[in-house]
Nanobody, 121 residues
């Protein structure tokens, strides 16, 4: 069984920073793309940033210049450094893995359970 577990969420004041981490577990051989999505209350889930196995990133315009995505391919982990946080960044942040290969199966999409980020004064 494979699993993604997010950590690092919390409450921060506007202008502050947080670093999210996503750890994977299971007999994982590789993950093509890892990323972060978020869902604010009453809104649809939206892409925040993704990063491929080769390090190519895709970052939403709303967070470009403030958020940085990175990954550790050896540990199959992905990180999101969030700086200059704004109240509109408040949401549940979900970790995602696309094309996760284990020794017995390929999973097209795997989601974590999410971690809450709240930006408030």
């Amino acid at each position: 069984q494979v699993q993604l577990v997010e950590s690092g969420g919390g409450t921060v004041q506007p202008g502050g920073s947080l670093r999210l981490s996503c750890a994977s577990s299971g007999n994982i051989i590789s993950i093509d793309t890892m990323g972060w999505y978020r869902q604010a209350s009453g809104k649809e889930r939206e892409l925040v940033a993704t990063i491929t196995l080769g390090g190519v990133t895709n970052v939403a315009d709303s967070v470009k210049g403030r958020f940085t995505i990175s990954r550790d391919n050896d540990k199959n982990m992905v990180f999101l450094q969030m700086n200059s946080l704004k109240p509109e960044d408040t949401a549940i942040y979900y970790c995602n893995a696309e094309n996760m290969r284990t020794n017995i199966h390929r999973f097209l999409q795997v989601w974590g359970r999410g971690t809450l980020v709240s930006v408030s004064s």
